[in-house]
């Protein structure tokens, strides 16, 4: 039994190292995915846009915006004061817009009788970015109220990490990363592979030989095994050398990979059973990923979705995977980890079972 699936690991070798096409895939998807996603979310903090319409042009509106400016979170791009808005508004897209208004200065002279003056934020409520530079210029409004009323500072606000070790979001979002390489590139080729062998007959030729299908699934499950832990390899390295992250496989995160590679591998093999053309396949495929990675917490905290969607990715093999690998590579949180690997491995053992009873050679 095992001298049949090495030969057949030394078949997937050799067709591995022939088509240059997937050796490179193997390698640049991963480091694509943590280049494009660790730029993104690996810095501390942004700035904004912010356009101003200074109606006042006054020596309290510029002191006023100044310390808008100091907060270092927003980038002041100033409108003429004669322009039309709602037209400059349109003709550029704008997201957020801050009109300080002709009586802004009269509100900081003394026994101007009613010194009150009102800042108008015109916001486009599909960008949650402007809700950003609204609570922004807020904060600032509210510490000016605060001085002109000669109050203080009672109850103030901390912030401190999460976890001791300094982690950053991308540290976060690697183990999700990890867990999304897995299922595309098991699932994908699991689907390539059966489909091709299909069509040109092999699995025919298959039967006329001592390998069983859980030989051949075997095979085939150690084979994306070595191929996701060199995508993991490049994801690890990359993550560390360009991003500083802080992070390492544990052995929980280890079981936790083979037994997903297992799972995919054989969800990809019962997806190629019942579709016959390849391209079909490759559509269904792509028909079983795309919602599970969106679904399952990879991108976005499942506290995001609403109650009956958070159920849905509650019965997403996926997400039991990346809570997995974050548990034990981010939180070291091994007992959680182990629930999670545990129910990563219920899965596995119902679509291996699934992928070896629907597989049947001598029909196709």
């Given at each position: 039994m095992a001298n049949r699936i090495i030969v057949a690991l030394k078949g997937e070798a050799k067709g591995f190292y022939r088509n240059k096409s997937t050796m490179f895939w193997t390698v640049a998807f991963p480091l694509l995915l943590i280049l494009l996603f660790g730029a993104i979310f690996s810095a501390s903090g942004g700035t904004y846009d912010l356009y101003v319409q200074d109606l006042s042009d006054s020596q309290a509106s510029h002191q006023f915006l100044e310390a808008?400016?100091?907060?270092?979170?927003?980038?002041?791009?100033?409108?003429?004061?004669?322009?039309?808005?709602?037209?400059?508004?349109?003709?550029?897209?704008?997201?957020?817009?801050?009109?300080?208004?002709?009586?802004?200065?009269?509100?900081?002279?003394?026994?101007?009788?009613?010194?009150?003056?009102?800042?108008?934020?015109?916001?486009?409520p599909s960008q949650s970015s402007s809700n950003v530079v609204f609570s922004i210029v807020s904060a600032v409004a509210n510490q000016a109220n605060l001085a002109l009323a000669q109050g203080s500072n009672v109850i103030t606000m901390g912030r401190a990490d999460i976890t001791s070790s300094g982690f950053k979001y991308i540290d976060f979002f690697i183990p999700g990363v990890i867990a999304l390489t897995t299922m595309t590139t098991t699932i994908f080729w699991m689907v390539s592979v059966m489909t091709r062998y299909r069509n040109n007959g092999i699995f025919k030729k298959l039967t006329t030989t001592p390998i069983t299908r859980m030989e051949w699934l075997t095979s085939q499950i150690l084979w994306q095994l070595f191929v996701v832990f060199l995508s993991i390899a490049v994801i690890m390295v990359v993550g560390m050398l360009a991003f500083n992250t802080h992070m390492s496989l544990t052995p929980v995160a280890i079981i936790t990979i083979v037994l997903s590679s297992a799972l995919f591998s054989s969800m990809g093999m019962i997806i190629a059973r019942f579709i016959k053309e390849e391209e079909a396949a490759s559509a269904a495929a792509n028909a079983i990923t795309f919602p599970m990675m969106f679904l399952a917490g990879i991108f976005f905290p499942l506290s995001m979705f609403p109650s009956w969607l958070a159920a849905v990715a509650n019965v997403l093999p996926l997400t039991y995977v990346g809570n997995a690998l974050r548990d034990s590579m981010v939180y070291d949180n091994i007992a959680s980890a182990t629930n999670n690997m545990l129910v990563v491995a219920g899965f596995t053992v119902v679509l291996f079972i699934a992928g070896i009873v629907f597989s049947k050679w001598k029909t196709e």
């Open positions: 808008v400016n100091l907060t270092g979170s927003v980038n002041l791009k100033y409108i003429d004061r004669q322009a039309n808005l709602d037209q400059y508004i349109k003709d550029n897209s704008l997201s957020a817009v801050l009109v300080v208004p002709t009586n802004f200065q009269m509100a900081f002279v003394p026994g101007a009788g009613n010194n009150t003056t009102q800042l108008t934020m015109r916001m486009d």
